[in-house]
């Protein structure tokens, strides 16, 4: 087990890495649309990218309908696993509306010997993902 500051800086390491390994602007969020952000999670169990509708219902459920109609498209042309959830709950039981990909094989921020497969899986497939966003962007923004 590592303490709370090991933990820390492992997880400081990885994103300093990853950075310097694949420096590049990302959109995250800076999407330009309220309650809509891209993610990167990596932690002890698993890594993903999401793209996060997080405002009020309303705003989620319009913006959600509008993602639904793209749903071929993003799975067709980008990110063929896409998995949408129009109900998902963060560790702090906010709900959310999410699309996310999680990278498969068994990763942990803590295990140095998995970084390079996160990093690589992140910078391919978030590439895609806001290619995909900024193609549709004006679609999920109206």
């Known amino acids: 087990m590592f303490s709370k500051e090991e933990s820390r800086i492992?997880?400081?390491?990885?994103?300093?890495?990853?950075?310097k390994s694949f420096p590049t602007k990302w959109?995250?969020?800076?999407?330009?649309?309220?309650?809509?952000?891209?993610?990167?999670?990596?932690?002890?169990?698993?890594?993903?990218?999401?793209?996060?509708?997080?405002?009020?219902?309303?705003?989620?459920i319009n913006c959600?309908?509008?993602l639904v109609t793209l749903k071929n498209i993003l799975q067709k042309d980008?990110?063929?696993?896409?998995?949408?959830?129009?109900?998902?709950?963060?560790?702090?039981?906010?709900?959310?509306?999410r699309i996310y990909l999680s990278l498969e094989q068994k990763v942990s921020i803590h295990n140095?010997?998995?970084?390079?497969?996160?990093m690589e899986f992140f910078n391919t497939k978030m590439t895609l993902f806001e290619a995909f966003f900024e193609e549709y962007r004006d679609?999920?923004?109206?």
């Open 10 to 19: 492992l997880r400081q390491d990885f994103w300093t890495s990853f950075g």
């Open 27 to 60: 959109v995250l969020y800076d999407t330009k649309i309220k309650g809509v952000a891209l993610k990167f999670h990596f932690d002890t169990n698993s890594a993903l990218i999401a793209l996060d509708l997080e405002d009020h219902l309303e705003n989620r």
């Open 64 to 66: 959600w309908e509008k």
């Open 78 to 97: 980008y990110l063929t696993d896409a998995i949408y959830e129009e109900e998902y709950y963060l560790e702090n039981g906010k709900e959310i509306s």
């Open 112 to 118: 140095k010997n998995t970084w390079r497969d996160v």
């Open 139 to 142: 679609i999920i923004k109206d």
